[in-house]
């Protein structure tokens, strides 16, 4: 049996409709993810728009052509507001509800231009288009954001959805009088299959999108440590691999200190354990304040911090420690109205070109040990050639 453009129709409406109710019932799920309320609106927006242009010879012009362009510009600036809010960037609900209702009102109370079939097709397509970059460059500044492979292919979706739209009016616009019902009817069906392609590629890419950020937010929980929004070791000896292979590709210096604060148990045992998670919060702020961007940061385990510095030689880091390890010193820590200080001991080395991160870890606790046998609150090195033996010192 043929298709016509009534079937093409009917399984449109199912596919919105269908994709309306999983995004809603994904949003009564997780209320926090406002965005894919949005998206099931669009889809309501999207079915009932087609509903209108599939009716075009039996319903009034009010209904197939004002209201029918109106809501699908709805449903592009549905999907927008779904992007802004899956961003956490907030929703201007105003120009989300009226610009298309300005659509409609200027479809419908426009003088004359119900029977001007260039001018209705040249505002239409300019305000769709409109619509569907206004996705792709939310789309756009999202990534620069949040890199997410889905949103990009999603950018590159509604750009050709607004080529189709530019490519249809000029069709349109060339082709027989619009009364000429057989075309109208032929170009109905592929408007039809195209807009349900389209559908499926949005939806399913903003639903791949929304799963994509959840596994990246995932595993960047399991990477980091929960009180100091650090790496944590697991987290730190990834990242460590891929920047020495970078590092070593690129015949670049790479350094690693090894920080361990002084007294650690000492400072539990008097002030509390809440004032030591402050102290590690305190220290963990003001090493990011001392390191680079590029610089890599880490919570090892208990009082012991990493940091991984690129492109730094021995004498450079040495250098970022000490500056470190002065800011920690003369930073005051409250306590009930009072204030005390900490130190951190650091050890400080270069990685050889035939070390890998294990064995380097080792060369700075070594020089770690010697900070603490010096009398601590001090930064030491250790040359790659000396024997490592690390016998065990408190605090």
């Known amino acids: 049996m043929p298709l016509d453009p009534p079937s093409v129709l009917v399984a449109l409406l199912a596919?919105?409709?269908?994709?309306?109710?999983?995004?809603?019932?994904?949003?009564?799920?997780?209320?926090?993810?406002?965005?894919?309320?949005?998206?099931?609106?669009?889809?309501?927006?999207?079915?009932?728009?087609?509903?209108?242009?599939?009716?075009?010879?039996?319903?009034?012009?009010?209904?197939?052509?004002?209201?029918?362009?109106?809501?699908?510009?709805?449903?592009?600036?549905?999907?927008?507001?779904?992007?802004?809010?899956?961003?956490?960037?907030?929703?201007?609900l105003f120009a989300v509800i009226a610009l298309p209702l300005l659509l409609g009102a200027?479809?419908?109370?426009?003088?004359?231009?119900?029977?001007?079939?260039?001018?209705?097709?040249?505002?239409?397509?300019?305000?769709?288009?409109?619509?569907?970059?206004?996705?792709?460059?939310?789309?756009?500044?999202?990534?620069?954001?949040?890199?997410?492979?889905?949103?990009?292919?999603?950018?590159?979706?509604?750009?050709?959805?607004?080529?189709?739209?530019?490519?249809?009016?000029?069709?349109?616009?060339?082709?027989?009088?619009?009364?000429?019902?057989?075309?109208v009817g032929q170009l109905a069906l592929v408007t039809f299959f195209v807009n349900m392609l389209i559908g499926m590629t949005w939806n399913l890419g903003l639903l791949m999108m929304v799963n994509e950020q959840l596994e990246a937010r995932l595993r960047?929980?399991?990477?980091?440590?929960?009180?100091?929004?650090?790496?944590?070791?697991?987290?730190?000896?990834?990242?460590?691999?891929?920047?020495?292979?970078?590092?070593?590709?690129?015949?670049?210096?790479?350094?690693?200190?090894?920080m361990d604060l002084d007294h650690f148990k000492t400072i539990n045992d008097q002030y509390g354990h809440d004032i030591g998670d402050d102290v590690l919060c305190v220290f963990s702020n003001i090493a990011q304040q001392a390191l680079r961007p590029t610089d890599i940061l880490a919570r090892h385990g208990?009082?012991?911090?990493?940091?991984?510095?690129?492109?730094?030689?021995?004498?450079e880091a040495l250098a970022v420690a000490e500056r470190l390890r002065c800011d920690?010193?003369?930073?005051?820590?409250?306590?009930?109205?009072?204030?005390?200080?900490a130190t951190v001991s650091i050890g400080a080395v270069e990685i050889g070109a035939d070390e890998d991160i294990g064995q380097a870890l080792r060369r700075a606790d070594a020089a770690l040990y010697q900070a603490k046998t010096n009398g601590r609150d001090r930064v030491e090195t250790q040359a790659i050639t000396s024997r490592i033996t690390m016998p065990a010192v408190a605090g």
């Open 15 to 92: 596919m919105h409709s269908l994709y309306m109710v999983l995004e809603l019932g994904m949003w009564l799920r997780r209320r926090d993810d406002d965005a894919l309320a949005f998206w099931a609106f669009a889809n309501a927006l999207a079915a009932t728009s087609a509903l209108c242009f599939g009716m075009r010879y039996a319903w009034p012009y009010v209904v197939t052509v004002s209201l029918g362009n109106a809501v699908l510009l709805g449903a592009w600036m549905a999907i927008w507001a779904g992007m802004r809010r899956f961003s956490q960037r907030r929703v201007p």
């Open 220 to 258: 960047w929980t399991a990477d980091r440590d929960g009180l100091t929004n650090l790496l944590n070791r697991r987290g730190f000896q990834e990242w460590s691999q891929r920047v020495l292979q970078r590092a070593r590709r690129d015949g670049a210096p790479v350094s690693l200190l090894v």
């Open 106 to 183: 200027v479809l419908q109370f426009t003088p004359g231009l119900h029977d001007n079939y260039v001018a209705r097709v040249v505002i239409v397509t300019v305000a769709w288009v409109a619509g569907l970059l206004l996705i792709v460059f939310e789309c756009a500044r999202a990534e620069r954001v949040e890199r997410l492979v889905m949103r990009r292919a999603l950018m590159v979706a509604f750009l050709v959805l607004a080529c189709f739209v530019l490519v249809r009016a000029g069709l349109t616009l060339r082709g027989p009088p619009a009364e000429d019902r057989m075309l």
């Open 302 to 315: 208990g009082e012991e911090f990493c940091a991984l510095l690129p492109n730094a030689s021995e004498d």
């Open 328 to 341: 920690f010193a003369k930073t005051p820590i409250p306590f009930e109205g009072q204030v005390f200080s």
